[in-house]
Structure formats: C-alpha cells, structure tokens
C-alpha cells in the first residue's frame, strides 16, 4: 500500500513544525525521508515503520515516533469521518460528537497549513453550530472537546497538569488552548461565534 497524498502531506508539514524543513517523499521508494541528503536519518514508511541509524535513536523515540504516531491517528480519523451535517459547515469533517459538542477538521494541506479542528456546540433543534474554538493543534482541540462535552471535568484535570508542570516548567496545552481561543477566529467565516444554518 502506497503512502496517500493527503498522508505525504501532512507528514511533511508536521516535519517542518518539529524542525525538519527538508523533509521529502520518494516515490519510488514509497518513503518519506526526514533529511533526504543523510541516508542514516530517519525514514518513515506509510505503515508508520521508521528505519534509521543507531545514533538517531534518542531522536526518532523523543520527537518522530510521536510525531508519525499523531499523524497516523489523525489520519485515521480523517479517512473515516463524514462531513459536518450543517450545510455551511459542510467542509468540514465531524470527528466527534457528544452530548451536543462536536469536534470536526478541515484539510487545509494544500495550503501549507496541515489541519484546522473546531469544537462546536450544536443549538438546541441541531439545525446550526455555535460558539466555534478554533486551532491547528489536535491534542489541544482533542481536550476541549472532552472537557466542553463533559466527558472531562476541566476542574480536576487542570490542577494535575498545573503540578505536572511546575516540575517540567512547561505550559499546560489546555491553558495554551484556553489563550488561543480568545486570539483566533474562525477559518470558515472569518467573524467569531457565528451560527451556521442547515438550509
């Protein structure tokens, strides 16, 4: 089996955000090559295989293996969704749903922007979506999803991942989710919290 388009491209994308802008697709190979000049580097296979020389090894279990593992999920995900069921919405994919929140995608690849995610809340006949959070990050938009639809409790999860960090010194995703949200507007429509009707 062949390494899709959609794949080739979103990998490439997630090597470039994890400092790998060489990052390149062999064809014939059926490979993508993360240095594509160092033979020893590290390669990935479309089955989420990654050879590579010994030297690499802290490399390819800190940073590659996360990164490959991340983008075979999403797109799992992506291949097996069906679009919005809200027409103005419907470039959308809904990967999620529960208790009235959605969580869908957008393939924005083409662009060079990898995948937008978008929590909503249906309204109340389930005819539109409201109140949109917005971001390129999937394990952050994973996690407001579980926390908006109540499958988290936002109160007890935050102060874990605050003791967390203090010792690592790093900044909790949901924290960091929480700022972007009030910075970003949505990509379909360009004007934050619009509803969005079925027709």
């Known amino acids: ?21 060489y990052a390149e697709y062999i ?21 989420g295989d990654i050879h590579y020389g010994s030297e690499y090894d802290k490399l390819v279990k800190n940073t590659i293996m996360p990164l490959v593992d991340k983008v075979n999920e999403i797109i799992k995900v992506w291949e097996t969704s069906q679009s919005m069921p ?3 919405v419907s470039h959308f994919r809904l990967l999620a749903e529960y208790n009235g929140i959605v969580m869908a995608s957008r393939d924005d690849n083409d662009n060079g922007y990898g995948f937008h995610y978008v929590t909503w809340e249906y309204n109340g006949n ?12 999937y394990i952050g938009a ?4 579980a926390i908006r639809s ?22 909790s995703v949901l924290t960091d989710l929480d700022e972007k949200k009030k910075e970003v507007t949505p990509v379909s429509s360009g004007k934050k919290d619009k509803k969005f009707e079925i027709e």
């Open 27 to 47: 064809t014939q190979t059926d490979i993508m090559k993360v240095q594509p000049d160092d033979d020893r580097m590290p390669k990935i296979y479309d089955n």
């Open 1 to 21: 089996m062949r390494m899709t388009e959609l794949k080739q491209k979103f990998l490439k994308y997630e090597l470039k955000n994890a400092g790998f802008p």
């Open 86 to 88: 809200v027409n103005e």
């Open 126 to 137: 389930r005819t539109a979506v409201e109140k949109g959070h917005y971001t390129t990050d």
């Open 150 to 171: 109540g499958l988290i409790n936002k109160e007890k999860i935050i102060p874990l991942k605050q003791e967390k960090n203090k010792k690592s010194g790093k900044t």
């Open 142 to 145: 994973k996690e407001d999803f």
